[in-house]
């Protein structure tokens, strides 16, 4: 069956490290998507991409960089991680023109 | 700015009753609005979707109420059940990103 999986599904690092976070899809899904999700806050996009080599900046990219070099992967990189960025990160994908998003199981990551 | 807010952050419910989670938006140009169920651990899951020249959808014990003159969105769940313990998020379209409201938890009282 297709699906969207992510790894790790927990991360511990520490202030200032460079961590990535993996997402990987097998619907060959056009539209990928990384949100963060934080108590209070619902879902926040951080990055998107609609197809490889396209990214785009979402409402909270500071300190986040994306790449797709194909349509099954969009890794989600914390460049320099800080104790803000300590959050639940969610990888959805969905077909081209269409809104319906699907959602992988999410990565909790502590920034220490 | 464009914005999706819920009325009630937690709504207690008793097993067997129906349950009526609301939601707000300010856009009035969207076009598409979707809800979603979160439950504990998991990612959000797709329950249904409403276009905006649509006032009713129905699914498979759920519907969705649309109410564009007060910009207002609802989701009915018919005879709820202890597996309907989540959260609900409601999100309206906007170029095919989601924007999201905050969520709704839905408690179920046996």
């Known amino acids: 069956d297709a699906e969207i999986t992510q790894s790790p599904r927990h991360k511990i690092t520490e202030t200032g490290r460079q961590v990535t976070l993996a997402c990987h899809q097998t619907?060959?899904?056009?539209?990928m998507f990384w949100y963060r999700q934080d108590l209070g806050h619902g879902l926040r996009l951080i990055h998107y991409?609609?197809?490889?080599?396209?990214?785009n900046k979402g409402e909270v990219s500071d300190g986040y960089s994306v790449s797709r070099s194909n349509t099954e992967d969009l890794p989600l990189t914390l460049e320099s991680a800080a104790s803000s960025q300590t959050s639940v990160y969610f990888c959805?994908?969905?077909?081209?023109?269409?809104?319906?998003?699907?959602f992988g199981a999410g990565t909790r990551l502590s920034v220490l | 700015g464009e914005s999706v807010g819920l009325h009630l952050p937690t709504l207690s419910v008793q097993e067997g009753d129906n349950s009526i989670i609301n939601c707000a938006y300010s856009n009035s140009a969207s076009d598409y609005f979707i809800w979603y169920k979160q439950e504990s651990g998991k990612g959000p899951q797709f329950i249904i979707d409403i276009r905006s020249n649509m006032d009713k959808r129905q699914g498979q014990r759920v519907t969705v109420l649309l109410n564009k003159t007060v910009k207002h969105l609802s989701l009915q769940i018919a005879a709820t059940q202890p597996g309907d313990s989540a959260v609900y998020f409601c999100a309206e379209n906007s170029n095919y990103q989601l924007i999201w409201g905050a969520g709704t938890k839905l408690i179920i009282k046996p």
């Open positions: 619907w060959n899904h056009n539209n």
């Open positions: 991409s609609y197809g490889v080599h396209d990214t």
């Open positions: 959805a994908s969905s077909e081209i023109a269409k809104n319906i998003q699907y």
